[in-house]
């Protein structure tokens, strides 16, 4: 089973627990200086916040896959429709190592498709191991915010 993903940037991290907390009836799962997340069963969503340089609002939108199989299946789907604008493998973002398949609507709205293998002790991997767009996934088409690694925000 996959579960739905949604990562927003927030202006005030403190704040954002506190309504989200009280919105879902449980604290974050994760919680570090600069990010929060919470793992819920219902609904079944990966929802996550950061307080970044960028925009305020929806970073973006994902699907998070519970095995390899289920991204490989995701990603061959979004390959066949050339909609795949990065794959990944052994990423390090959002204190997280993750294989990810990065897409983008017809609207402008991010897509990453992921499977998390591993906590990380960083927000995102040094940049000399990775490329500042590798944590968040390609630029939006729009290049409204960012990068992930340069301040940005990821699931």
Request: include cysteine; hydrophobic fraction near 35%.
């Amino acid at each position: 089973m996959k579960r739905f993903h949604v990562h927003v940037n927030v202006a005030d991290l403190d704040a954002s627990i506190g309504f989200y907390s009280t919105l879902f009836g449980t604290a974050p799962s994760v919680r570090k200086p600069d990010y929060a997340k919470w793992m819920l069963d219902d609904p079944r969503v990966n929802f996550a916040i950061s307080q970044r340089d960028r925009v305020h609002g929806i970073d973006h939108l994902g699907l998070q896959a519970d095995d390899p199989g289920q991204l490989e299946e995701i990603g061959a789907r979004l390959a066949a429709a050339d909609a795949v604008a990065l794959a990944e493998r052994g990423t390090t973002c959002c204190y997280a190592h993750s294989d990810k398949y990065w897409a983008e609507d017809p609207q402008g709205v991010r897509w990453e498709t992921f499977h998390t293998h591993g906590e990380a002790t960083t927000y995102s991997a040094p940049a000399h191991a990775q490329p500042e767009a590798a944590c968040c996934g390609p630029a939006p088409s729009s290049a409204k915010t960012g990068s992930c690694c340069a301040g940005g925000a990821c699931g």
